[in-house]
Nanobody
Framework: VQLQASGGGLVQAGGSLRLSCAASGRTLSSGALAWFRQAPEKEREFVAAIRWRGYTTYYADSVKGRFTISRDNAKNTVYLQMNSLKPEDTAVYYC???????????????????WGQGTQVTVSS
């Protein structure tokens, strides 16, 4: 499966962006799709995930209440709506997918087999 992330950009603090991750090559029917991010000189960190069955969602504490992950089955696409953005949200955002990941592992990037190319999000103060 190929993942194409898009929607990044430059926004002022307090603003919003919506990231998209379109999957192609294989219809997602199980497992989960997640967003991770990596800021300069920092380790990659989990942001949010959604299971393909049941719509269960997961969020990092740092984004709860501000970010919303959702999906469009017909378009095989997952979205990350980011509101109330802060300068510390600045990072390259990556989407990742895996067909077999279990609930207890959705925040572990090493468990994902497929990754998109990343999209830059920059939040100015």
């Amino acid at each position: 499966v190929q993942l194409q992330a898009s929607g990044g950009g430059l926004v002022q603090a307090g603003g919003s962006l919506r990231l998209s991750c379109a999957a192609s090559g294989r219809t997602l029917s199980s497992g989960a799709l997640a967003w991770f991010r990596q800021a300069p000189e920092k380790e990659r960190e989990f942001v949010a995930a959604i299971r393909w069955r049941g719509y269960t969602t997961y969020y990092a504490d740092s984004v709860k209440g501000r970010f919303t992950i959702s999906r469009d089955n017909a378009k095989n696409t997952v979205y990350l709506q980011m509101n109330s953005l802060k300068p510390e949200d600045t990072a390259v955002y990556y989407c990742a997918a895996d067909y077999r990941i279990i609930a207890s592992s959705v925040q572990d990037g090493s468990q994902y087999d497929y990754w998109g190319q990343g999209t830059q999000v920059t939040v100015s103060s």
